[in-house]
Nanobody, 112 residues
């Protein structure tokens, strides 16, 4: 199983980024997919998830700003991040929670 993230970068506060996670080696449509993030000195924390049926869940701090979605035919899921804040700065990881599988991460940095 391989998860490859892309789309991170440096943006100013209030800006937007769209992260992508391309998955291979699994029956993508059968699994809940998720995003986590980790800032220096902090533990990895849940950001958002989307079930195989499309039900979404978000941590409180990103509700209304981030949107998770999935494209099953392309084995890819996305995290649209709007109105970014400096506290969103972190390494973002794609995950298949049910398989304890992680990508290599993509860095998101938000300047004030």
């Amino acid at each position: 199983i391989q998860l490859v993230e892309s789309g991170g970068g440096l943006v100013q506060a209030g800006g937007s980024l769209r992260l992508s996670c391309a998955a291979s080696g699994l029956q993508f449509r059968s699994y809940t997919m998720a995003w986590f993030r980790q800032s220096p000195g902090k533990e990895r924390a849940f950001v958002a998830s989307i079930s195989r049926g499309g039900t979404t869940t978000y941590t409180d701090s990103v509700k209304g700003r981030f949107t998770i979605s999935r494209d099953n035919p392309r084995n890819t899921h996305f995290l649209q991040m709007n109105d970014l804040k400096p506290e969103d700065t972190a390494m973002y990881y794609c995950s298949v929670p049910g398989l304890n599988t992680w990508g290599q991460g993509t860095q998101v940095s938000v300047s004030s």
